[in-house]
């Protein structure tokens, strides 16, 4: 694309969204022959009988799931978050505590939360493995974009702060907290699909009777393959929308990050 023709485009629609278009347009036409060319023994529905099938099922499937596992990811979403940015925060103030904190975050990052689940199942019961899961897939990437955003603070400014007689909780709120601010909503933005994800995972478990990790289940059990294909349509709809919102709010709380990011 010509540099004219780039400057012609209107602001509010800029090249980075042509090119997301572009790349679903792309992959809705690459879903759609590999469907026509019977892929994968025919398991592949075409994105019309996906649709249609998603028309027929209504929101009376679709919209009592959604809502379930929305609130289940979005309970995970702070919990997790909070106790991210709560244990990042106690890092600056007391350094000390930083090699275990670390340690500890590494451990919920690397353990297989798959294992923890049914533990969790077995132990409370009800929702609490969705709810569970949902903040552990939170915890990790927000604490370390959490701690680096609070490094990156002014040097300066601490020093200012600290002339003045200032101690570390004073650096933290005053100086710290707003440096933190556009690392903190980057690792929010993956938090935010990451719980979904999580809380998807902990309805696959058991023990509740609603949510789409529930009816996906369903619809692989009765071999439903376009219900399982819409099922993970709205999955993907449900983390594509936490992320939208997350950046959102990022847009509105440090638009000074935006306006750099455009330059």
Known sequence: MSIAVAQRIPPWL???RIAGALGV???IALWWALAAAGTAGGTIPSPWLVLSTMWSDGW??????????????????LWGNVLAIGIAALIMV???IEPLATQLAILSYCTPLVALGPIILVVFGGRTPTVFLAAMYCFFTTMVGAVSGLRSADPASLDLVRAYGGGRWQQLYRVQAIAAL???FAALKIAAPSAVLGAIIGEYLGGVDSGIGVALTAAQTAYNVPRTWG??????????????LVAGAARLITPWTAEETAR
Do not use: D, E, H, K
């Not at 929305?70 to 979403?77: E, K, S, V």
């Not at 099922?231 to 709809?237: E, F, L, V």
């Open 14 to 16: 800029g090249m980075s």
């Open 25 to 27: 347009v792309g992959l």
């Open 60 to 77: 009376g499937l679709y919209g009592p799931n959604f809502q379930v596992t929305a609130l289940g990811a979005l309970q995970g979403f």
């Open 94 to 96: 007391v350094p000390r």
């Open 182 to 184: 556009p690392n903190t």
């Open 231 to 244: 099922m993970a349509i709205a999955a993907a709809a449900l983390a594509g929308l936490g992320y939208l």
